[in-house]
């Protein structure tokens, strides 16, 4: 099975870049006359509390333009405390390791004999952004964030507004925000002279269970950003979690995405990280 690492290393961190720029059987999708304050507690409220989450087997889909790999994963994650990825081939032999905590990235392309160490200054230095272990964690377990938060660590609440819409009820921020200067590159290879961007930040909540069903952020003008959709929500040993998630990165050039398929999660489970790097291994 030959597969391409760096799809796969550099759709991975290029996610993780963007994001600066996050028993249902008869139920009814009415929904509550709720005011955004009330509809904040219920989303704390109906949070999905976990101390440790094991996906054994996490089907994966890798799109970039015209490039596709199909791969088997298999995830553990205890909360708060680190993250570890596990990319598996053929006969179930792994191929791959990723190992996140709230102040390392550790990647390992056993295939290959390479790896990668940075904590998450990496992305400043390659990207100009900010980025947390929080969010991360809190996209892959159906958690509601901020985006804005999520990218600098700013502690400074956002006053999002209400839409109740056919789906069920809609956050949204919608401001002007200054662009850093990668950004700033970016835009004049396409002859464009920006200091600011107006950026759209998006929620839809669950009226069933208040949890987001897909959230999103984009610059309106230039039609880029990253979207998030959590599907088929079902019960997995007692806990309602999403069968699917779906990362979509989006642009007039490119579309590129990540599907993840969940056969099996148990929570609260033993889990441990166990990454280690030969002396053999050469660092990218």
């Known amino acids: 099975m030959k597969i391409n690492f760096w799809l796969l290393s550099g759709i991975f961190f290029l996610f993780f870049a963007v994001l600066s720029l996050f028993s249902f059987a008869g139920a009814e999708n009415e929904l509550q006359d709720l005011y955004e304050n009330k509809l904040m507690r219920n989303i704390a409220i109906n949070e999905l509390y976990y101390c440790s989450i094991y996906a054994k087997r996490v089907d994966v889909i890798l799109k970039n333009g015209k490039i596709s790999n199909n791969l088997k994963v298999s995830f553990k994650i205890e909360r708060d405390s680190f993250m570890q990825f596990s990319v598996n081939g053929p006969m179930g032999i792994e191929l791959a390791r990723v190992l996140l905590t709230p102040d390392s990235i550790k990647f390992v392309n056993i295939y290959q004999k390479k790896y990668f160490i940075s904590d998450y200054t990496y992305f400043y230095d390659k990207y100009d952004i900010q980025l947390s272990y929080d969010c991360i964690q809190s996209i892959l377990t159906n958690v509601f964030f901020n985006f804005e938060k999520c990218g600098d660590g700013n502690d400074r609440v956002r006053k999002f507004r209400l839409d109740r819409t056919d789906e069920g009820y809609e956050l949204f ?91 099996k999660i148990e929570f609260d489970v033993p889990v441990e990280s166990n990454l280690r790097i030969s002396s053999k291994y050469k660092r990218m």
């Not at 929620?203 to 949890?211: K, Y």
């Not at 069903?213 to 959590?230: A, H």
């Not at 806990?239 to 398929?261: A, D, M, T």
């Open 173 to 263: 921020t919608l401001e002007e925000r200054a662009i850093n200067r990668k950004i700033k590159k970016l835009y004049k290879k396409k002859s464009k002279n920006k200091d600011f961007m107006l950026v759209l930040q998006k929620t839809m909540v669950d009226p069933r269970i208040f949890r987001p069903k897909s959230m999103s952020i984009e610059d309106v003008e230039e039609k880029v950003g990253l979207e998030v959709d959590y599907l088929d929500f079902k019960e997995f040993y007692g806990r309602i979690f999403p069968g699917r998630i779906v990362l979509k990165i989006y642009s007039e050039q490119n579309n590129s995405s990540v599907e993840l398929r969940f056969q």
